[in-house]
């Protein structure tokens, strides 16, 4: 039987230019897999966590050497000789040896770039695509979900919500929806430039011009799509990451926060505002549009649109299914973003999935903005049937790297 033979872990770059880490597991029969962490800038205060050296004198104290020590001291010893192909197994083993709910012994990052590694080196061993080694179900390519203006954590602009993304619902195959939305991306920068406005990117890749408003923000995406030749509203729509955290405060939503104004909004009064987006423009998706401790009002807001509007939690959920257990018994959103680095390992990330399926919560696979060339969540989406999946603009190699990988898939299937 093939067995792991070393793991071995390196620091490496992620996409805006901080360490992140990089793991190589080898196996007795000289297969190799490789995975990489990403990072997020907007994070959930219930994530697990990241390790970080902390050293000032060292990439601003965001190294991650104390991270790859314990790949390599604490981790690799326990899985060096065990089936690679076991992943359950091997996640199980990290688990336990760090023995705290957040990973903070170990790190996530650590944990998860070890994960990820067994994954790709099982896919190895076997022979095969690394999403057959996950199926369980239909396979289903997901609709892109891309954001192509940034804003909050992610921009240096003036826009408070953090993701402005189109969403190619009215085609019949994978190719045809990104390339819909690579058009409607181009037409887009088309229209920014026409009005003078710089077309730089954020860190999702996605436009970051000062604009005045989400209003003007939603305007200039309808027509992006109608100059584009599609129908807003039944062949692509609109979603929002409204990341509201960001502009959270003392219980007040605060209005046009990065402008420096002290406006505010009671948490029905933001509701209300969201109603007043979803009635006027063709959104059918607001992500983290309230903040993760005002359970309150995400119960309203699930009163209010869940009917009509796809709900998702992200700093709500953090990937976690006890958090999400928590929101089925609530009632409080109908959907959960996915995002393996939020949680830890791909053992984790897979049962919470099959509890929000369970409970008829949609499930939407998500990057990081900070991210590196893995494609392990293209993968994923297809393995588990997401339905979505959420990795910025269609530029940047970082970003268009996961979109590849879904063409080829698509392909493969074929």
């Known amino acids: 039987m093939t067995k792991i033979q070393t793991i071995r872990g390196l620091e490496i770059l992620d996409s805006r230019g901080n360490p992140t880490i990089l793991v190589e597991m080898r196996a007795t029969n000289g297969k190799i897999g490789i995975g990489m962490v990403p990072s997020g800038a907007s994070t959930g205060a219930l994530e697990a966590l990241e390790l970080r050296d902390k050293d000032p004198t060292k990439y601003h104290g965001k190294g991650v050497t104390k991270a790859i020590w314990n790949i390599e001291n ?20 990290m688990l336990d040896l760090d023995g705290t709910p957040n990973k903070t012994n170990l790190g996530a990052n650590a944990i998860l770039g070890v994960s990820l590694a067994a994954a790709h080196l099982s896919a190895a061993v076997q022979e095969k695509e690394l999403f057959e080694i996950f199926k369980n179900g239909p396979t289903i390519l997901p609709i892109p979900m891309l954001n192509v203006i940034n804003g909050g954590a992610h921009a240096n602009n003036s826009i408070d919500f953090q993701e402005f993304m189109i969403r190619p619902i009215g085609f019949t195959t994978f190719k045809e929806r990104l390339r819909a939305g690579a058009e409607i991306f181009q037409t887009l920068k088309k229209i920014l430039e026409q009005k003078g406005f710089p077309t730089t990117v ?22 992006a799509i109608v100059d584009s030749g599609y129908e807003p509203g039944t062949e692509v729509t609109l979603a929002l990451d409204c990341a509201a955290s960001f502009f959270y405060e003392d219980g007040y939503y605060f209005v046009g926060k990065k402008k420096g104004s002290t406006a505010k909004r009671t948490s029905k009064e933001q509701v209300a505002y969201l109603e007043s987006l979803v009635e006027t423009y063709p959104i059918d998706s607001l992500e983290d549009a309230l903040d993760e401790k005002d359970w309150e009002g995400w119960q309203f807001l699930t009163q209010r649109l869940s009917s009509s509007v796809q709900l998702v939690g992200d700093d709500l959920f953090v990937t976690n299914p006890a958090l999400l257990k928590q929101g089925i018994k609530q009632n409080v959103a109908n959907a959960i973003l996915i995002k393996p680095n939020q949680i830890g390992t791909l053992t984790e990330t897979i049962a919470t999935v099959d509890l929000a399926k369970r409970y008829n919560y949609r499930t939407v696979m998500s990057h990081r903005s900070g991210e590196t060339e893995d494609t392990t969540i293209a993968d994923l989406s297809v393995a588990l049937a997401t339905g979505q999946i959420k990795t910025g603009a269609p530029d940047r190699s970082d970003r268009t790297a996961k979109y590849n990988r879904l063409l080829y898939i698509e392909k493969f299937l074929m």
């Open 74 to 93: 604490e981790i690799a010893p326990e899985l060096i000789g065990k089936d690679p192909t076991d992943q359950a197994k091997i996640d199980r083993i």
């Open 202 to 223: 954020g860190d999702e890749g996605g436009f970051a011009p000062n604009l005045s408003s989400p209003e003007e923000v939603l305007s200039l995406l309808v027509d």
